[in-house]
């Protein structure tokens, strides 16, 4: 069975620091990798999406992945209390289907 | 936020009601979800709509019924529920282009309890 796996925290950090978000994934076959944050009652919305291997930068966001590894992270540099959400990590498979982690909780204490 | 809608927002019902969700998307996509996601598991695909095929989860419960008329709308039909079918319900479009990077765009979802 295909598995995406993510520390689910809490994890904390203080305001203005680096955020680490790490995710593993079990089908040497996915191609693409997607972090989504999900507010409290909230959906998820796309933070970003990477393909190749090595590191893609947003702002204060940087997806790096090694499909060697099977891994994916997320920085977040310069972290705000509203970087506060959950953020989930997926990869894509076979038949347009995505597979979902169960999400890693992230406090920016203020 | 008004790319992908869903309705309605919230939804109660007995475990004897027929119910609905309605799923809407204003993107011009040609793929379309539903996704259940219950507290401390990851979303759970349930059905994909894509260029007018459709793709289903085997372990979805034959209570819950798609209907996908058209590119741009998605019903999920509700019948004979069990409480442990209470859980918040996404809708997710997105534009199939037969490469990688597919990004899946949600709507805000339905939170439906089942008594």
């Known amino acids: 069975q295909k598995e995406v796996e993510q520390n689910s925290g809490p994890l904390s950090v203080p305001e203005g620091a680096i955020a680490s978000l790490n995710c593993t994934y079990s089908?040497?076959?996915?191609?693409?990798f997607f972090w989504y944050r999900q507010y409290s009652g909230k959906s998820p919305e796309l933070i970003m999406s990477?393909?190749?291997?090595g590191d893609k930068e947003d702002g204060r966001f940087t997806a790096q992945l090694n499909k060697a590894s099977q891994y994916v992270s997320l920085l977040i540099r310069d972290s705000q209390p509203s970087d506060s959400a959950t953020y989930l990590c997926a990869a894509d498979g076979s038949a347009r289907q995505l597979t979902f982690g169960s999400g890693t909780q992230l406090t920016v204490l203020p | 936020e008004t790319g992908v809608t869903q309705t309605p927002r919230h939804l109660v019902m007995g475990m004897t009601n027929k119910k609905s969700l309605k799923c809407e998307q204003h993107?011009?996509?040609?793929?379309m979800y539903w996704y259940k996601q219950s507290a401390k598991k990851p979303l759970e695909l349930m059905f994909v709509?894509?260029?007018?095929?459709?793709?289903e989860n085997n372990s979805v419960p034959s209570r819950f019924s798609p209907e996908c008329p058209n590119s741009s709308h998605l019903f999920l039909h509700l019948h004979t529920l069990q409480p442990e079918d209470s859980a918040l319900y996404l809708c997710?479009?997105?534009?199939?282009?037969?490469?990688?990077?597919?990004?899946?765009?949600f709507g805000p979802g339905t939170r439906l309890l089942v008594l």
């Open positions: 089908d040497r076959g996915s191609q693409s």
């Open positions: 990477i393909y190749s291997n």
């Open positions: 993107l011009g996509h040609n793929a």
């Open positions: 997710a479009s997105s534009q199939v282009n037969g490469g990688a990077g597919e990004t899946q765009y």
């Open positions: 709509y894509s260029l007018e095929e459709r793709v």
